[in-house]
């Protein structure tokens, strides 16, 4: 690729005296993965802005605690006096990701259970609660959500935002031996009904850039110890990779970042913010209704006047139905004031970044998937997000160091 097209023609660098570099700033002289391939004219690096990492551009730091089950997300039915619950809660880092295809389970089981019955309750207003009512008014149903809270107060409004459908959904060693398949069904049906999502005012759902960005080779990531204590997360990834690009090396002086390995991938954003706002617009418009109410046990449910319920609780069923089967999994999120212009990723040591329309999402990861394991405290650290920040603030130095054309 011509040097000079590149910098003019991709703007690789675009507006970068408006952010506080002087100049245009030369293609990192860095070694390209062996047997990488030059990208071609089509596939350039689009817009690199800088983002603004600057600590007191945090504006808010929140803090989720993820409900893991070893064996998987909870879907089954059970009986309460003369109601029918559909359980639907349990789904670790991937509860928005696989929010509609969960739906879709669990609405055939109401159905199934109903005996033409068309009243049907919703206890819980995040994810989980918000797709499994609308899928149920789409099926016939006259759906009511009872909940404690809301969005934005609702646990998944403070989720990362990303299309993870296999974060933290089960153990290897606990899942059944059809979860995977199951799960499979679940990825795809919720990934085929994002994409109804794409172009919405907005935004609430749109295709971004990522970029995995390190000075070690892909290679030597694995070589660290594994602690003896780690737990064997269940990855099925590659059973859906056809549904997303796959990841690319990027080569040397066909990107702006001053790391000497760069991976790219394109994978779906929530902008969780409109996009809950919509899924609300969207069962409010079909007639639903929304009741604040707090239940302290299972009978508490036997007030309701619909005979079918299904339950999205999340990491409140743990308390609700002492399921001590739901393990907490603490992730925290810095929140970054937002940037035109900024709509991609990127994970740097130990930190993963999404910008997104509501916020630029800054979260360390330092501990990989065992991170905030069993970990039930929901304060922020504001320590913690001042050092994740900081990270992006050290790669964004290095980007500005390095020296420009001659």
């Not at 796959?246 to 996009?275: K, M």
């Not at 079918?308 to 929140?335: F, H």
């Not at 800054?362 to 065992?370: A, F, L, Y």
Request: charged share 20%.
């Amino acid at each position: 690729m011509n040097r000079r097209f590149f910098l003019q023609g991709s703007a690789a660098f675009a507006g970068c005296s408006a952010v506080g570099l002087t100049g245009c700033v030369k293609r990192p002289a860095a070694a390209s993965l062996p047997g990488a391939p030059s990208l071609p004219f089509y596939d350039a690096v689009g817009p690199i802005i800088p983002i603004r990492a600057d600590v007191d551009r945090i504006f808010r730091i929140t803090v989720c605690l993820r409900p893991f089950r070893a064996a998987g997300p909870r879907l089954d039915v059970e009986r309460l006096g003369d109601k029918l619950v559909v359980h639907n809660y349990g789904h670790g880092g991937s509860g928005w990701s696989l929010s509609w295809g969960s739906a879709d389970v669990v609405v055939r089981k109401a159905l199934d259970g109903a005996n033409g019955k068309k009243e049907l309750a919703v206890i819980g207003c995040g994810a989980l609660g918000l797709t499994a009512a609308i899928t149920a008014q789409r099926a016939g149903f006259k759906v009511t959500i009872y909940a404690r809270e809301r969005p934005p107060y609702v646990r998944s409004a403070r989720a990362t935002g990303s299309w993870t459908p296999d974060s933290r959904i089960a153990l290897t060693s606990a899942a059944s031996p059809n979860f995977a398949a199951e799960w499979e069904s679940m990825a795809r049906t919720s990934f085929a009904m994002y994409q109804s999502y794409l172009g919405m005012p907005g935004t609430p759902i749109e295709w971004t850039d990522r970029y995995d960005l390190s000075d070690r080779a892909p290679g030597e990531h694995s070589s660290a110890v594994r602690p003896p204590d780690a737990h064997d997360f269940a990855h099925y990834y590659d059973r859906i990779a056809d549904l997303t690009p796959e990841s690319q090396d990027i080569p040397a002086g066909a990107h702006p970042f001053p790391t000497r390995y760069v991976q790219r991938e394109t994978s779906l954003t929530f902008n969780v913010a409109g996009y809950s706002r919509q899924l609300m617009n969207d069962f409010t418009i079909a007639g639903g209704a929304i009741e604040t109410r707090e239940f302290q046990t299972p009978q508490d449910l036997a007030s309701l006047a619909q005979p079918v319920i299904i339950n999205c609780t999340g990491y409140g069923a743990r308390q609700l139905w002492s399921d001590e089967s739901i393990v907490p999994v603490r992730g925290q999120i810095a929140w970054l004031i937002p940037q035109e212009g900024v709509h991609y990723g990127l994970s740097y040591k130990g930190v993963n970044v999404l910008a997104r329309r509501d916020g630029i999402v800054v979260q360390p990861v330092h501990g990989g998937e065992d991170e905030g394991w069993n970990d039930t405290n929901e304060q922020p650290d504001k320590a913690a997000a001042v050092a994740g920040v900081e990270v992006i603030q050290e790669l964004y130095s290095r980007m500005q160091k390095m020296p420009h054309p001659l």
